[in-house]
């Protein structure tokens, strides 16, 4: 999966715990309900690794870090960025809403080339 496309899905979840949480705030007595969209974002971005059977605990996690390393650091980048860009709006005091930060962010790299 390419950054913007896990990028597109980090804004999906943000946006959606945003809603989530106004949903929260509206009706204190209901349970939010998940979409499963944290799983699928995993399930589109983790690769799967396969492991002899005769390998060694060592092996495998030297194989878990190799193969899922990349992966997760690029979906912790993300959430990284998106934090950052939110945080400086906070932070200057800036008029737009948490769901404009992400739509600009959506937006900007949406418009990247594959």
Not at 2 to 20: C, F
Not at 23 to 50: F, K, M, N, W
């Amino acid at each position: 999966m390419q950054q913007r496309e896990v990028m597109q899905n980090v804004v999906g979840i943000l946006t959606e715990a945003l809603e989530m949480r106004r949903q929260a705030r509206e009706h204190p007595d209901r349970q939010a309900s998940l979409t499963g969209a944290v799983s699928a974002l995993l399930v589109e971005t983790l690769p799967r690794i396969h492991l002899p059977a005769d390998a060694s605990g060592h092996a495998a996690a030297d194989a878990v870090v190799e193969e899922l390393g990349p992966a997760i650091a690029s979906i912790a980048n993300c959430f990284a960025f998106a934090f950052v860009q939110l945080a400086e709006a906070h932070d200057e005091g800036r008029p737009d809403t948490s769901a404009d930060v992400l739509r600009r962010i959506s937006l900007q790299f949406a418009s990247e080339a594959p």
